[in-house]
C-alpha cells in the first residue's frame, strides 16, 4: 500500500509571512539583529533550535526563544495576515488521495507537533493523515528518523513510500531513508538544489504533482 508523506511549509502552504514576522518580533524582543529573508527563508524545514543557531549564533539565549516562538505562533496565526496559506489545488489534491483506500497519507515537518496539528485542524486536513512526524519527535531533517518512523507506524515498505517536499533537507532525508523523493519547486529551495540534494524527480505544478502521484500503486 503506497504511503505519501508530505512536508508542510512551503510544500502544502506558504507561510512565508508567518514565518518572517515571527523571526522579527522574536528577534527583536531579545535584542537581536532581524535575519534576513532570504536567509531565513534558506532555512525552512529544519528544527527551530537549528534554525536559530544559525541564525542568531551559538551564544543566543536559544531555548528562551523557541519557548518566544511557542507564544506568538498561534496569536500571528490567528490573524489573517500571516496564517499559513494553502497552495493553489493543494486541498483538493489531498482531499483526493485521503479518498483513494489504497493510499496512506503522511507528514513530516520541521515543526513541533504542538505546533503543526493546530494548523492540519485548522485547515480540515488533520483526519487524511496516518502519521504525523514533527520535531519534537525525532532529529531535524535531513536525518532519516521521522521518514523511518512513518513507515513504521503504517507499515508501509520504503519502495512503496515517496517523500515530497521542497528543500534540500527534504530530499537528503528521503535518500537517507532510502525512499524516494519528490521536490517542488513552489516551496523555498531551487530546482538545482532539490537534484544536487537527490530528488528523484521535481515538478513545478500542483497539477504535475498529481499527475506523478497517480501513477502510484
Not at 508530505?6 to 502544502?12: I, K, R, S
Not at 532539490?194 to 537527490?198: D, F, K, M, T, Y
Given at each position: 500500500m503506497?504511503?505519501i508523506i ?7 502552504v506558504d507561510?512565508?509571512a ?5 523571526h522579527?518580533?522574536v528577534?527583536?524582543?531579545?535584542g537581536?539583529p532581524?535575519p534576513?529573508?532570504?536567509d531565513s ?6 528544527s ?17 526563544m523557541v519557548?518566544a ?6 496569536r500571528?496565526r490567528?490573524?489573517p ?11 483538493e489534491l ?7 483506500s ?22 480540515g ?8 512526524q514533527a520535531?519534537?519527535m525525532?532529529?531535524s ?15 508501509a515498505m520504503?519502495?512503496?513510500t515517496v517523500f515530497i517536499?521542497d528543500t534540500?533537507f527534504?530530499m537528503q532525508?528521503?535518500?537517507a531513508?532510502?525512499v524516494?523523493?519528490?521536490g517542488?519547486?513552489?516551496?523555498y529551495h531551487?530546482?538545482?538544489q ?5 530528488a528523484?524527480?521535481v515538478?513545478?505544478t500542483?497539477s504535475?504533482?498529481?499527475a506523478?502521484l497517480?501513477?502510484?500503486r
Open positions: 503506497p504511503l508530505f512536508d508542510f511549509d512551503g510544500t502544502l507561510s512565508r508567518l514565518i518572517l514576522e515571527c522579527r518580533t528577534f527583536t524582543e531579545f537581536l532581524v534576513s529573508a532570504p527563508l534558506a532555512l525552512i524545514g529544519r527551530l533550535e537549528l534554525v536559530l543557531v544559525e541564525l542568531a549564533g551559538a551564544d543566543a539565549p536559544v531555548q528562551d519557548s516562538y511557542g507564544r506568538r505562533l498561534p500571528l490567528a490573524d495576515l500571516f496564517a499559513e496559506a494553502p497552495f493553489g489545488g493543494v486541498a489531498l482531499h483526493d488521495l485521503s479518498r483513494r489504497e493510499t496512506q497519507l503522511g507528514i513530516s515537518t520541521g515543526h513541533t507537533s504542538t505546533a503543526v496539528v493546530p494548523a492540519l485542524a485548522a485547515l486536513w488533520r483526519d487524511w493523515f496516518s502519521t504525523i520535531a519534537d525525532a532529529p531533517k535531513p536525518h532519516p528518523a521521522m521518514l523511518l518512523q512513518a513507515m513504521a507506524a503504517t507499515g520504503a519502495g512503496d517536499g534540500s527534504d532525508m528521503a535518500k531513508a532510502g524516494r523523493g519528490i517542488v519547486t513552489w516551496g531551487t530546482t538545482e532539490l537534484e544536487e540534494a537527490g528523484s524527480g515538478v513545478k500542483v504535475e504533482l498529481r506523478r497517480g501513477e502510484l
